[in-house]
């Protein structure tokens, strides 16, 4: 079974697009995502179309603001602060990466917790691994719902996660461990990867590198969820971390790359900037 990320956002975002119908009724306007862009890094630049886009989809306002890029830090820093105050944003979105002058770290924590709309501000980070109430960060979140989507139990599976990084490996561990898989956090320092990923029922594969993983590496009727984007070295096309051609066969359960993860994570965007806006509006 192929897991169509883009088919489940597809469905989602028109329930949400249904909803967000009735806020002017309801709230007197809908909700206002700011996506700030710093520079023209061309990957950047289609990921914040992207965004537009959904949000032109679901009903959201959507405000890219485009930053050369040599703006300060300190001008940055200062344009959150302005968007912090505007009672009219509900959600803040700073393109990452940004140039090597500004420090990320401080920008994601200038944003204010209740309008940071990635989850990863640290508020929200240390609210996730505490197990309180949180804006979950966009690609986990997303995986989880196409887990259950395709009625995928965790529950008391052994899950093994490819990768620990702040936005995908670290926290994608930590709601699987809250639905009560058995995690492994593997990484580049891990050793006999291919034995510890065998044991998988649910491979999650957050790398960057293209089709890393191949067939031996997974076991028959694993579930296996491909969250890198890259380009294959070969055809030049769009590939996942996961040899797809080869594992598909043998898993119950993949996602594609086009077409998988990738247009779960942008629909998890949108639910998180309309949670923020009712959030605010509850306050
Ligand atoms: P990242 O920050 O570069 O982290 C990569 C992780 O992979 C690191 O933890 C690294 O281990 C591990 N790794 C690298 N080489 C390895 C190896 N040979 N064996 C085992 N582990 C290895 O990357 P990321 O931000 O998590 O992104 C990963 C991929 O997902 C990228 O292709 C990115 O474009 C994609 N992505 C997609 C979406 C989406 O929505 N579809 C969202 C976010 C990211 P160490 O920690 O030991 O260095």
Known sequence: MIISGKELSAQLKAEMAEKVKGFPALYGRVPHLVVILVGEDPGSVSYVKGKAKA??????RNTTIRKPDTISEQELL???AQLNAD??????LVQLPLPKHI???KVIAAIDKAKDVDGFHPLNVAALWQKQPCT????????????KAAGVTIEGKRAVVIGRSNIVGLPVSKLLLDENAT??????????????????????????RPKFVTADMVADGAVVIDVGVNRDPETGKLCGDVDFA????KASVITPVPGGVGPMT???LMENTIECFLRRRAK
């Open 55 to 60: 949000s032109a989809e679901v009903g959201i």
């Open 78 to 80: 200062e344009l959150i």
């Open 87 to 92: 009672d009219e944003v509900d959600g803040i």
């Open 103 to 105: 420090d990320e770290d």
């Open 136 to 147: 979950l960060p966009c690609t986990p979140k997303g995986i989880i719902k196409m887990l």
């Open 183 to 208: 995690v492994t956090i593997t990484h580049s320092r891990t050793r006999n990867l291919a034995e510890v990923t065998r044991q998988a029922e649910i491979l999650v594969v957050a790398i960057g």
């Open 246 to 249: 080869a594992i598909e066969p």
């Open 266 to 268: 942008i629909c998890c």
